[in-house]
Nanobody
């Protein structure tokens, strides 16, 4: 699976952005997909994940109620709708495909990352 993340940009606090993760490869539709993020000087952290069939979703407490992950297997794409953005959401966001869960080691395929910058 090859992943391409896009949709990042500069947004004011309180605003919204939608990230996309486009995939190629036959195993996309049977892979759990997650979003992670890494802020400058910090470790990569889990944001959200969705099961291969879209029936289960998981969120970090820090984004619960503000972010929504979804997928369209017909388009080989996973989305992360981000609302009520905060300054602390500023990071490079990565999508990843793998076995699921919140641990980066469970994901074997990674996209290149897209930068989200939230300004005051």
């Amino acid at each position: 699976v090859q992943l391409q993340a896009s949709g990042g940009g500069l947004v004011q606090a309180g605003g919204s952005l939608r990230l996309s993760c486009a995939a190629t490869g036959r195993t996309f539709s049977v892979s759990d997909i997650a979003w992670f993020r890494q802020a400058p000087g910090k470790e990569r952290e889990f944001v959200a994940a969705i099961s291969w069939n879209g029936r289960s979703t998981y969120y970090a407490d820090s984004v619960k109620g503000r972010f929504t992950i979804s997928r369209d297997n017909a388009k080989n794409t996973v989305y992360l709708q981000m609302s009520t953005l905060k300054l602390e959401d500023t990071a490079v966001y990565y999508c990843a495909a793998g076995a699921g869960g919140s641990c980066p080691s469970e994901y074997h395929y990674w996209g290149q990352g897209t930068l989200v910058t939230v300004s005051s």
